[in-house]
C-alpha cells in the first residue's frame, strides 16, 4: 500500500514538476517575444524619428531657397501675388502632411500585436483542455 502512495505521490510530482517547466517555458518564449517587440518598435520610432528630421531641414530650406527665388524673379512685377500664392501652398502642404500625419499615427498596429495573439493563442489551447 505504501508502495502504490509513494508511485502516486511520484506520478504527482512529477506532474507539478512538468506543468511547472512547461509554464515557465512559456512564461520565457512569451518575454522573449514582448522584448522583440519592444527592441522593434525602438528602432522603428528612432529611424522614423531620424528621417523625419532630415526631411523636416531639407524640405524647410528648400522651400525658403525657392521662396526666395521665386520673389527675386517676380520683384518688378508681382512680388506680393507670389508671396501671397507660395504662402498660401506652404499652409495647404503643412495642412495636409499634418493630416496625413494623424491618420497614419491612427492606423498604427497594436504595440505587442504578436505578443498579445500568442498569448490568446496560449488561452484558447488551455480552456480547449478543460
Not at 111 to 126: I, M, P, V
Amino acid at each position: 500500500m505504501s508502495d502504490q502512495a509513494q508511485g502516486e505521490s511520484k506520478g504527482l510530482l512529477n506532474s507539478l514538476t512538468a506543468l511547472a517547466a512547461t509554464l515557465v517555458a512559456m512564461a520565457h518564449t512569451r518575454l522573449d517575444l514582448l522584448s522583440t517587440d519592444l527592441e522593434e518598435e525602438r528602432e522603428h520610432l528612432l529611424s522614423m524619428l531620424v528621417l523625419t528630421l532630415v526631411a523636416l531641414f531639407s524640405l524647410g530650406i528648400g522651400m525658403v531657397l525657392v521662396t526666395i527665388f521665386v520673389v527675386v524673379a517676380f520683384w518688378d512685377t508681382y512680388r506680393l501675388l507670389v508671396l501671397g500664392t507660395l504662402a498660401g501652398l506652404f499652409l495647404v502642404v503643412g495642412i495636409a502632411a499634418w493630416r496625413f500625419a494623424i491618420r497614419k499615427a491612427r492606423t498604427k498596429p497594436r504595440l505587442f500585436a504578436a505578443t498579445l495573439s500568442e498569448l490568446l493563442k496560449d488561452r484558447q489551447q488551455l480552456t480547449s483542455r478543460t
